[in-house]
């Protein structure tokens, strides 16, 4: 499939692996929306995609309101006349032990509170399904082609101290077999569903951390290094040339050599 004159819509698109997805997409000519809760951030992206390419604009969601999604949706349309690639960045990190215990008494002093617990589940699973979901109306009532992602993680597997954020990654990384089969089943051909998995990838929250910290990560990493955000924007757009990528969630780790690590305290 296309990219050029084609438009894709990115939450979490302004910072991180979204904001990366957006500035890619636009070198290969994509129409782009940026949805993101921060304003400001979202006048800086599109600052900055229009040196490149002034096919660009941004709205201010929330994407975990049915409201906000549909009303993004349908700006999206005016704007550009299609949807036709979803990306639904839009994610948040709030680690913790279930239960963390005294060294001295072995008694509980600190857990994951059911707030820390919801939140993630709201942003980051109920979000990216309130997003696609909204695309996925539009884009079949019009008979728009296109392809729908989510974002996974390697954590997927389940990484401690991620109780909460794991749920989310190992759910959204079954939707795309899920979808594909729904579509199949309603004779959908013209959307397929595409997961991705990133590893460590060198956005803030990491390149923020303690060099101790990131060497502990980038030990055992084959490649020995985070992954760039542009890198797994590559991959999206690759995914969305090859027809033949459908169904399925591909990791991008840099080689994690015995599974995710335990960094939380």
């Known amino acids: 499939m296309e990219i050029k004159n084609k438009t894709i819509v ?3 698109g302004a910072s991180g692996i979204g904001k990366a997805v957006a500035l890619y997409f636009a070198k290969l000519g994509a129409n782009i929306v940026i949805a993101d809760i921060n304003k400001k951030n979202i006048d800086n992206t599109i600052s900055g995609i229009k040196k490149i390419n002034d096919n660009v604009t941004g709205f201010q969601t929330d994407v975990t309101s049915d409201a ?29 032990l279930m239960i963390s215990t005294d060294k001295e008494t072995g008694k509980v002093k600190r857990y994951m509170d059911t707030k820390s617990f919801k939140q993630v589940i709201e942003v980051n699973l109920v979000g990216t399904f309130i997003t696609i979901r909204e695309a ?14 989510t974002i996974s993680s ?39 569903v595409v997961g991705i998995a ?58 994690i050599t015995y599974g995710p690590f335990a960094i939380a305290k």
């Open 10 to 12: 990115i939450t979490g």
């Open 68 to 96: 906000d999604v549909s009303n993004l949706m349908d700006k999206t349309i005016e704007k550009f006349n299609s949807i036709n690639f979803v990306v639904p960045c839009a994610g948040i990190i709030k680690d913790s």
């Open 136 to 149: 996925a109306i539009r884009m079949v009532n019009n008979n728009w082609e296109g392809v729908l992602f």
């Open 154 to 192: 390697i954590n997927k597997v389940g990484q401690i101290g991620q109780l909460n954020y794991s749920s989310t990654k190992v759910a959204v990384g079954l939707w795309p077999k899920i979808l594909a089969g729904e579509f199949q089943m309603k004779n959908i051909k013209n959307i397929r």
């Open 198 to 255: 990133p590893g460590y990838a060198a956005t803030p929250i990491l390149t923020g951390m303690s060099q101790k910290a990131l060497d502990n990560i980038i030990k055992d990493i084959h490649i020995g290094r985070l992954i760039e955000p542009e890198e797994i924007a590559k991959l999206i757009a690759f995914a969305v040339e090859n027809d033949a990528i459908d169904g399925t969630t591909i990791e991008i780790s840099g080689g």
